[in-house]
């Protein structure tokens, strides 16, 4: 995997992933100028779930900036740019506390563009996100993954990941 250059954080440094032998993505954390791109690929994302999008395309660039760029960020975000166009996405946060009282990080969405699909953009991501973890003493990072999507699956799987059987996920919804 090719981890991202030191001193990531806000400017856009490239990883190389070669597709087809010459193109490069460019991997950073999402900043102010990134939520239309962004709320574009999330209707993608949407769609890939059977989901419908809702709202506007300027209420849904607000609500990425809302939850991206706030100070403090909801969340925060990986971004893999094929030049102008957003090719994928990480979505992640810290959570408190894992083993030894460390930081964990959660990775709560990988996505990657439907015209962008296996050539090594998700791996530049984890790559990345293994870094991020790294670096802020995270002793272990967790995502789910739907038990139909045998490509992930596949895909986490090669990345040396094992399916935890001790886990249940659960979700609460429609208290807002």
Known sequence: MSPLPDGMP???RPAKCYQGGADVITIAHAVPGDEAAIALLCEEIDEFYGQASTGTAERRAAMVSTALLADPPLAR????WDGPAL???AAYSFLWP???LSPGLYLKELYIARAGRRAGTGRLL???LFKIAADAGCSRIEWTTDTGNTGARAFYEA???RQLTTKVFYRATGFS
């Open 10 to 12: 806000g400017a856009r």
């Open 77 to 80: 975000a990986l971004l893999a």
């Open 87 to 89: 090719a994928g996405l």
């Open 98 to 100: 894992a083993d030894g």
């Open 126 to 128: 984890m790559g990345a």
């Open 159 to 161: 990345l040396g990941a």
